[in-house]
Nanobody, 115 residues
Framework: QVQLVESGGGLVQPGGSLRLSCAAS????????MGWYRQAPGKQREMVAV???????NYTESVKGRFTISRDNAKNTAYLQMNSLKPEDTAVYYC?????????WGQGTQVTVSS
């Protein structure tokens, strides 16, 4: 069983930065890809960024150049550095570990970008 716990969310002004963390229990974290997703009120959950076990990453277009996904397999932790935040980045952010045939999700952390 894997548990994922996100942290680092909060209220930030437009143009500000936050760094989200996703801490995983268990010993399989370093083997599988993981991702960050977000869900804004009234909208579907969307992929923000994904990273392979080897560190290759991919981003949704709207965050390219502003967000950076990373992982430290020795610490069983993944990160999402978010810079130049915009009000439209406001959402609950979730981390996900891709473990076929099932995936694991964290409980989410709220990010609010507002002046």
């Amino acid at each position: 069983q894997v548990q994922l716990v996100e942290s680092g969310g909060g209220l930030v002004q437009p143009g500000g930065s936050l760094r989200l963390s996703c801490a995983a229990s268990g010993s399989i974290f370093g083997i599988y890809p993981m991702g960050w997703y977000r869900q804004a009120p009234g909208k579907q959950r969307e992929m923000v960024a994904v990273i392979t076990s080897g560190g290759r990453s991919n981003y949704t277009e709207s965050v390219k150049g502003r967000f950076t996904i990373s992982r430290d397999n020795a610490k069983n932790t993944a990160y999402l550095q978010m810079n130049s935040l915009k009000p439209e980045d406001t959402a609950v952010y979730y981390c996900k570990l891709f473990v076929p045939p099932r995936d694991y999700w964290g409980q989410g952390t709220q990010v609010t970008v507002s002046s």
